[in-house]
T-cell receptor
Framework: DAMVIQNPRYQVTQFGKPVTLSCSQT?????MYWYQQKSSQAPKLLFH???????NEADTPDNFQSRRPNTSFCFLDIRSPGLGDAAMYLC????????????FGPGTRLLVL | GENVEQHPSTLSVQEGDSAVIKCTYS??????FPWYKQELGKRPQLIID?????GEKKDQRIAVTLNKTAKHFSLHITETQPEDSAVYFC???????????FGDGTTLTVKP
């Protein structure tokens, strides 16, 4: 019954070693979002896709990239992870964007050594 | 861009009491106001939302009010239970922007 799936749930990487987080959805939603959430903070939007249209937030570091090869899948690539990138990464989807309900995945917790 | 302020940052109530969390937003174009509950280590989950053409919405023990003129909206939880303990986030969304901005969250503790 999982609707928004994130793999892996926990990811350990080394400082500077590229890492990819994945998200898939069974809802056939047009919009997919990537958020970064650090401990005791609000989710911070990194970017989102409306279908194939990519929308980057102005303050998202260049170190973060995303790919959406099809409707179901979306990837977050961190090219050179730093210690400050350790966080929970949440993927979310919505049918048509705001104002629509966002459905969150369980998140991937990234640890950078 | 949109700026959402949420208060209080922590709230402790006795079981059975009511809890109120307030948010203000800055962008008058915002037209969607969801509230999310996030338990420790889990994903945010929508608990209630309101759109700008509605002033109040209620779902059992949870209600949300919206004042578009003053640009503020509030979450009301009545007859609180220990399982209501979590972090609550408000957000303000904009159709044109296609995204929502989150408040900083309120940690609610309901004491049995």
């Amino acid at each position: 019954d999982a609707m928004v799936i994130q793999n892996p749930r926990y990811q350990v990487t080394q400082f500077g070693k590229p890492v990819t987080l994945s998200c898939s959805q069974t809802l056939n939603h047009n919009v997919m979002y990537w958020y970064q959430q650090k401990s005791s903070q609000a989710p911070k939007l990194l970017f989102h896709y409306y279908d194939k249209d990519f929308n980057n937030e102005a303050d998202t570091p260049d170190n973060f990239q995303s790919r959406r090869p099809n409707t179901s899948f979306c990837f977050l690539d961190i090219r050179s992870p730093g210690l400050g990138d350790a966080a929970m990464y949440l993927c979310a989807t919505s049918r048509e964007g705001t104002p629509e309900t966002q459905y969150f995945g369980p998140g991937t917790r990234l640890l950078v050594l | 861009g949109e700026n959402v302020e949420q208060h209080p940052s922590t709230l402790s109530v006795q079981e059975g009491d009511s809890a109120v969390i307030k948010c203000t937003y800055s962008d008058s174009a915002s037209n969607y106001f969801p509230w999310y509950k996030q338990e420790l280590g889990k994903r945010p989950q929508l608990i209630i939302d309101i759109r700008s053409n509605v002033g109040e919405k209620k779902d059992q023990r949870i209600a949300v009010t919206l004042n578009k003129t003053a640009k503020h909206f509030s979450l009301h939880i009545t007859e609180t239970q220990p399982e209501d303990s979590a972090v609550y986030f408000c957000a303000a969304g904009n159709t044109n922007a296609g995204k929502s901005t989150f408040g900083d969250g309120t940690t609610l503790t309901v004491k049995p």
